[in-house]
């Protein structure tokens, strides 16, 4: 792998809202072993229904403090027009410039309810509520969103955020560059020329991978499922591995001018500190 200095190119990192006190202790050493990474904005999840929102807020809030720029997950199902409305005054009180909307899931037993169908009709509503106030980021699916109708259907729906107002793109998570080149290329040939951000997953736990993956729709192919059952129980292979595998993969998207990298950390600092390393970012 080539770990010579290369030109600043964007990183940026996304971080889930800790449970317990614990947690927040820890995500606050993963988060200053990262920034020696310079991130151009780290991101906060937020759960079902928008029940993290007080760990999500108070993550964003703690990152901001901390002198990096955030961006805070943000969902609409389930919501209504005043509470979206009361949110985002939160958030730009607390000096918040960056969104990630997203439709979002419901908890389950919930009903369908609020008054926003789709991801778009939330960008449309932030748009119009706050002018360039925020810059927006959207979901992109280059394997696919595991709900769509279609390939067409899922690309036409990502076309609707991006014409709402999106600024940008952040991808589900992938391990075929070539998934991510089509969507792409797909996406210009609609005039969409909003950045397209691949989203990159290290791998440090097969069956934590398979979960994942089983529920997101993203395809782990045959080859890397095969490896990875055939390590069994061998920790310390499969993140060698992954570790392999992935800066591959980013060597390929960056080599075919992906705008950046937005890492997925799970709270974990090691797997992407070497990603960046061997990347020479």
């Known amino acids: ?3 010579e ?3 600043a190119l964007p990183v940026s990192y996304e971080f889930f809202p800790p449970k317990t006190p614990e947690g927040v202790a820890k995500l606050r050493g993963v988060r200053q072993a990262l920034y020696a990474r310079k991130p151009s904005f780290c991101s906060v999840t937020y759960g079902a229904g928008g029940s993290t929102q007080q760990g999500t807020f108070g993550t964003v809030g703690e990152i901001l403090a901390e002198g990096v720029d955030a961006a805070s997950h943000f969902s609409c199902i389930g919501a209504t027009r005043d509470s979206v409305r009361t949110q985002l005054a939160e958030l730009r009180a607390m000096g918040v410039r960056r969104l990630v909307a997203l439709r979002g899931d419901l908890p389950s037993g919930y009903g369908a309810g609020g008054e926003f169908q789709y991801a778009s009709d939330l960008v449309a509503f932030i748009r119009a509520e706050t002018g360039d106030a ?7 699916y280059p394997e696919v969103h595991p ?3 279609s390939p067409e259907a ?17 991808t589900q998570y992938f391990y075929n560059a070539d998934a991510y080149f089509r969507f792409v290329d797909e996406s210009q040939r609609l005039g969409l020329a909003v950045p397209v951000v691949p989203g990159i997953m290290p791998i440090g736990s097969s ?3 398979m979960r994942f993956s089983d529920a997101c729709g993203a395809e782990i192919p045959r080859w890397i499922r095969l490896r990875l059952q055939a390590f069994g129980d061998d920790t310390a292979s499969i993140k060698s591995f ?9 060597e390929q998207l960056l080599r075919g001018g992906a705008p950046g990298l937005h890492f997925y950390t799970m709270n974990q600092s090691a797997a992407t500190l070497e990603l960046c390393r061997r990347l020479g970012l």
Do not use: W
Request: neutral net charge.
């Open 207 to 209: 069956t934590q991978l």
């Open 5 to 7: 200095s290369k030109p």
């Open 1 to 3: 792998m080539n770990t």
């Open 242 to 250: 992954g570790l392999d595998v992935v800066s591959t993969l980013c």
């Open 147 to 149: 709900q769509a109708r």
């Open 154 to 170: 899922d690309l036409q729906a990502y076309a609707a955020k991006v014409r709402a107002g999106a600024d940008s793109a952040i």
């Open 134 to 140: 925020f810059h927006i980021e959207v979901a992109a």
